[in-house]
């Protein structure tokens, strides 16, 4: 049941994602964001669908499942905030605040949730995996900083009042990526690399999106095409994970 539910839930938002990069692509405005909302739906359901065909899975899994819907869910959140700026310019600041916001806390929620996974099958805060995981952090820290002097003073970006929240949430995708690579590799029995590869796409997805609304390029086509396309199919990809929890 679970893997009929994985083939049509992926077929449904891949549809729904192509439906609303032709409006957001050719239209915009009203349409762009209504589109965007479903197909934002569509992936919250699809993870919902999934965690209620699984049979059992463990303690922290069930956990783990929870944490990644609520990702989800606030990710549709900052999706549907990100774009009421388009439609309400006037206070664009307060909706692009809201939604970093929204993805800040669901990467919070990842973070937790790829923790629970990873208690599952081993002792994650061991002593010799807490030094990893401190130095984890203190790369990603570090990485934020350097990010941060490269798009002020190399790329020219003007975050405006919004370098606190930037660099917060910099940090945070920053390490729910790492933790997810580094926990592909420990030998969990759920294949984390899935998990890894969509929080690498969302990384990639954000990274051109700081272009558009820092640097300049908000009208950009090519740019708009191609953070949907990693953005969506980086949620795709971290709902149908579910799958194998």
Not at 185 to 202: E, N, Q
């Amino acid at each position: 049941m679970a893997l009929y539910i994985l083939i049509i839930g992926l077929c449904l938002c891949a549809l729904t994602t192509g439906i609303f990069l032709h409006f957001r692509l050719s239209k915009g405005g009203v349409v762009g964001v209504l589109t965007k909302t479903i197909a934002s739906f569509c992936f919250v359901i699809f993870a919902l669908f999934l965690s209620t065909s699984k049979n059992s899975t463990g303690y922290y899994g069930g956990y783990t499942i929870t944490c990644l819907i609520v990702g989800l869910v606030c990710g549709l959140i900052g999706d549907i905030l990100l774009d009421l700026k388009v439609i309400y310019p006037f206070h664009k600041k307060q909706y692009l605040l809201g939604g970093m916001t929204a993805f800040s806390i669901g990467h919070i929620f990842n973070i937790f949730g790829l923790l629970l996974l990873a208690l599952e099958q081993v002792d994650i805060f061991a002593s010799s995996r807490l030094l990893t995981l401190g130095i984890i952090a203190l790369g990603c820290l570090i990485l934020t900083f350097i990010i941060w002097i490269i798009s002020v003073k190399v790329l020219k970006f003007d975050f405006e009042k919004f370098t606190p929240i930037v660099n917060l949430y910099t940090f945070i995708l920053l390490l729910t990526t790492a933790l997810s690579v580094y926990l592909s590799f420990i030998g969990l029995t759920a294949p984390v690399i899935i998990l890894a590869i969509g929080f690498v796409l969302f990384l990639a997805s954000d990274l051109i999106l700081s272009m558009q609304y820092f640097g300049g390029k908000q009208e950009s086509k090519p740019l708009t095409f191609a953070n949907h396309l990693l953005y969506y199919a980086a949620q795709i990809i971290i709902a149908a994970f579910i799958y194998f929890i």
